[in-house]
């Protein structure tokens, strides 16, 4: 068997919870007297070919054999009592239900495409929140603002930036860089640290430590350049995705608020 094959059937040999299909079939399977239902193997050539696998005779051997060797599993499995078992059987419902959840959130999406209109109005506010400018931005974040202000005074006197985020900085993701955040836009940060970032010009360090939530920031600009969104058409698949996540969200709320839960 190719190799390209086995990496195949390793594939499939992940699959779970088949289901019923219109999809014409094509091979009829038993395994010691068991018959392996017509609709397992359409479904999985049906999954593969949408996965943009080609209807080759490779692929239905190879799905040939992920059948025979499932059925020879849950055979032995059955022998063992294993499907009798609690454990087994909660888990087998649980995948269960999910295979439905997923089936009604994919109708519920089919049945409420999101219009291109839509999207073009999610890429604008996109676009008009992340502005048209990014910064290559540092910064220092410490506990209370006496320490804040001690770290200010020894930049006043010249001491580096970098030491003094990698000796006093409490943010793990960039203190040991010298407080690096790299290229990135202000709606990322919290408002507090993004109103003081786009006040701030190149070369520029906030005089007073900024307070947010996580504590006090000392906030220094490297660099800024001019940001041009991509494409509406590169992002198009990317936006739809996530406008359906937020549908799904709005979907799943709406259901909430009208259940009873004890």
Do not use: C
């Not at 920031?217 to 058409?233: A, C, G």
């Amino acid at each position: 068997m190719k190799k390209h094959t086995k990496t195949l059937l390793a594939t499939l040999l992940t699959s779970a919870l088949l289901a019923t299909s219109n999809f014409a079939a094509a091979e009829k399977i038993s395994v010691n007297g068991q018959a392996i239902p017509e609709a397992y193997y359409d479904f999985i050539i049906k999954q593969q070919k949408a996965a943009g696998a080609p209807d080759s005779k490779e692929l239905k051997e190879a799905v040939k054999t992920n059948l025979i060797i499932n059925a020879l599993l849950e055979q032995e499995a059955k022998k063992k009592g294993l499907d009798k078992k609690s454990d087994y059987q909660t888990e087998a419902a649980l995948i269960q239900q999910k295979v439905l959840i997923d089936n009604l959130l994919r109708d519920y999406v089919k049945n409420n495409p999101i219009s291109d209109a839509k999207l073009k109005d999610l890429y604008k506010q996109i676009n008009q929140a992340t502005g048209d400018k990014e910064y290559k931005v540092k910064h220092i974040l410490v506990a209370d603002e006496a320490t804040a202000n001690d770290v200010l005074a020894k930049l006043a006197k010249g001491e580096k930036f970098a030491a003094l985020a990698k000796a006093n900085s409490k943010d793990p993701g960039s203190s040991k860089k010298g407080g690096e955040l790299g290229w990135t836009t202000p709606n990322i940060f919290v408002p507090e640290f993004a109103a003081a970032l786009k006040n701030l010009k190149k070369g520029e360090t906030t005089k007073t430590a900024v307070k947010t939530d996580f504590g006090y920031h000392i906030i220094s600009v490297e660099d800024i350049r001019k940001l041009t969104p991509p494409p509406f058409d590169k992002v198009k698949n990317q936006l739809r995705n996530q406008a359906e996540r937020e549908q799904i969200d709005q979907y799943i709320e709406s259901l909430r608020k009208n259940a009873k839960i004890n």
